[in-house]
């Protein structure tokens, strides 16, 4: 099981996101920079410290402290990042999640994907104004792919989930929902199930439920 997928789903959108994300449809692979590549020593210490998270109880801190040797060799090596950040915000260490988040979106800013996870750590902070301005970043960003694509296209849906939570989490509650619900009917249209189990139980939710629900993953 990649930790890329696991924990940044329940951060990178906070949902099913909860289980980066968030809320997020892109892999890690998917959310990387295009033409990236990084440092071979990096990318080796980054797959180090997935084994040890994996391997060994615990294994989160010393995980992390590869995580890091990766990135002080390779400051844009993004598989670091996206590990570091779901460890950290694994840990409740939510202020240097943030950090790790804020250089995912220095490497890939067109991402609408990223910019929650970084509004949901500020949140956890008790920082909503720093929160509010994350999410209306990736509100712009999926304004900007939903206007090019096609209502038939099969990330249509997840991108009108995305805008809708992110809606909803930004206090616009009735216009949220019912993007969401719009995202969900026309899933059903599309015949595409990938993301019914993942969002089931963010529709309709309030703003308060949704962070609640994040608490609770994070053990407050």
């Known amino acids: 099981m990649n930790i890329g997928r696991t924990l940044l789903y329940v951060i990178v959108f906070c949902f099913c996101i909860i289980t980066q994300s968030c ?4 892999t890690l692979q998917e959310s990387m920079p295009k033409n990236y590549k990084s440092d071979p ?9 997935l084994k040890i998270y994996k391997s060994q109880a615990g294994g989160e801190i010393k995980a992390i402290l590869l995580l890091n040797k990766a990135t002080a060799i ?3 090596c993004f598989e670091a990042y996206w590990n570091k950040s779901a460890l950290l915000m694994d840990l409740k260490r939510y202020s240097e999640a ?3 988040g804020k ?4 490497l890939n800013t067109k991402n609408p994907d990223l910019y929650p996870s970084v509004g949901i750590g500020y949140e956890l902070i008790g920082d909503s104004v720093s929160a509010a301005y994350y999410y209306q ?8 792919i939903l206007d090019t694509m096609k209502r038939t296209n099969q990330y249509y849906p997840w991108n009108l989930y995305r805008k809708g939570i992110t809606m909803v989490l930004l206090g616009h509650q009735q216009e949220g929902i019912e993007l969401t619900n719009e995202a969900y009917d026309l899933e059903i249209k599309q015949a ?3 993301g019914y189990n993942y969002y089931m139980n963010l529709l309709n939710k309030t703003r308060g439920e949704i962070l ?4 609770h993953i994070n053990g407050h």
């Open 41 to 49: 020593r990096a990318i080796l210490l980054n797959d180090s410290a």
């Open 192 to 194: 595409n199930r990938n």
């Open 212 to 215: 609640e629900s994040m608490k």
């Open 74 to 76: 390779d400051s844009n």
């Open 103 to 106: 250089q995912m979106i220095r």
């Open 23 to 26: 809320f997020s449809q892109g």
């Open 98 to 100: 943030i950090v790790a």
């Open 137 to 144: 970043e990736s509100i712009v960003l999926t304004n900007s």
